[in-house]
């Protein structure tokens, strides 16, 4: 088991602007950022974010946890695990609302043979929800079963753009590779009980990691992210009085990311 915590001292903003950023990231691919900035260049000093808040970004409570908790475990893999993430799915929701059927990211170790594929399955609640686990299990099975339509899709996005990698994912889908089973539950603290892990270890057949994520007044967090990622695509327009309404700086103590804990779980229980 491994435990990732954060250093002593957190800033608040900084954090705060690095998730808006990456958030933006997740939903705008920047080809598209830089024509609408250049759209909404001359129409209003908020012009801009009010189009990404009503047409982009979700304002179903439920949609815009689970987006969130998609994108950051999405930089989790990448930027931490070292996993190659190349396709960001929030970029292809039709209505804001919607959310993208199909696996929530794909992760790939490419170097790796035969080539490892992770189907991690993200949950994110801002209360205590014992059955997450039981729930995200099940999930998971659905996404497995149809793994070849979720790399068809990923091998096609990324040759619509003409990135080579595109290629090699459709590969994989008559060449071997591995998978291995991911499950990441992104939790407010102050709801995470253990018995989510015992009922989750219940229902597996199979080797699978499982990754909690436990985060400190999660929903401001997440309203804070949505914020902040429409006044830094606001900022870029060339008005600045949007990126006024980012939070102002304030340290944070260690408690605003708890823990993430990593572990292996098998139908016998945690290990």
């Given at each position: 088991?491994?435990?990732?915590?954060?250093?002593?001292?957190?800033?608040q903003h900084a954090a705060d602007q690095w998730l808006g950023q990456d958030l933006l990231r997740n939903y705008v691919h920047p080809e598209e950022r830089a024509l609408l900035e250049q759209t909404f260049r001359d129409?209003?000093?908020t012009a801009l974010?009010?189009?990404?808040?009503?047409?982009?970004?979700?304002?179903?409570?439920?949609?815009?946890?689970?987006?969130?908790g998609e994108a950051l475990s999405g930089a989790w893999y990448r930027r931490a695990r070292r996993w190659c993430v190349p396709l960001l799915k929030l970029r292809f929701k039709h209505r804001p609302n919607?959310?993208?059927q199909g696996v929530d990211f794909l992760a790939f170790r490419l170097r790796e043979d035969p080539p490892v594929v992770a189907t991690p399955e993200v949950k994110t609640r801002l209360s205590k929800q014992l059955n997450v686990g039981v729930e995200a299990v099940a999930s998971l099975q659905g996404v497995l079963d149809?793994?070849?339509?979720?790399?068809?899709?990923?091998?096609?996005?990324?040759?619509?753009?003409k990135i080579a990698l595109g290629a090699?994912?459709?590969?994989l889908l008559v060449g071997p590779y591995r998978v291995e089973r991911h499950i990441v539950l992104v939790q407010d603290d102050t709801g995470w009980d253990e018995r989510i892990v015992e009922r989750l270890a219940a229902q597996l057949t199979d080797p699978t990691e499982v990754s909690v994520i436990r985060l400190h007044d999660l929903r401001s967090m997440i309203g804070r992210a949505y914020t902040t990622a429409a006044a830094v695509?606001?900022?870029?327009?060339?008005?600045?009085?949007?990126?006024?309404?980012?939070?102002s700086s304030a340290p944070v103590s260690a408690s605003a990311a708890r823990?993430?804990?990593?572990a292996e779980v098998s139908a016998a229980g945690t290990g």
């Amino acid at each position: 088991m491994r435990h990732l915590t954060t250093s002593d001292a957190v800033d608040q903003h900084a954090a705060d602007q690095w998730l808006g950023q990456d958030l933006l990231r997740n939903y705008v691919h920047p080809e598209e950022r830089a024509l609408l900035e250049q759209t909404f260049r001359d129409l209003g000093q908020t012009a801009l974010a009010d189009h990404l808040i009503s047409h982009k970004f979700p304002s179903d409570v439920k949609v815009r946890s689970g987006d969130f908790g998609e994108a950051l475990s999405g930089a989790w893999y990448r930027r931490a695990r070292r996993w190659c993430v190349p396709l960001l799915k929030l970029r292809f929701k039709h209505r804001p609302n919607q959310p993208v059927q199909g696996v929530d990211f794909l992760a790939f170790r490419l170097r790796e043979d035969p080539p490892v594929v992770a189907t991690p399955e993200v949950k994110t609640r801002l209360s205590k929800q014992l059955n997450v686990g039981v729930e995200a299990v099940a999930s998971l099975q659905g996404v497995l079963d149809d793994l070849p339509s979720s790399l068809h899709f990923a091998a096609a996005r990324l040759l619509d753009r003409k990135i080579a990698l595109g290629a090699r994912l459709g590969a994989l889908l008559v060449g071997p590779y591995r998978v291995e089973r991911h499950i990441v539950l992104v939790q407010d603290d102050t709801g995470w009980d253990e018995r989510i892990v015992e009922r989750l270890a219940a229902q597996l057949t199979d080797p699978t990691e499982v990754s909690v994520i436990r985060l400190h007044d999660l929903r401001s967090m997440i309203g804070r992210a949505y914020t902040t990622a429409a006044a830094v695509a606001q900022a870029r327009t060339g008005t600045d009085s949007a990126a006024s309404s980012a939070p102002s700086s304030a340290p944070v103590s260690a408690s605003a990311a708890r823990t993430a804990t990593t572990a292996e779980v098998s139908a016998a229980g945690t290990g």
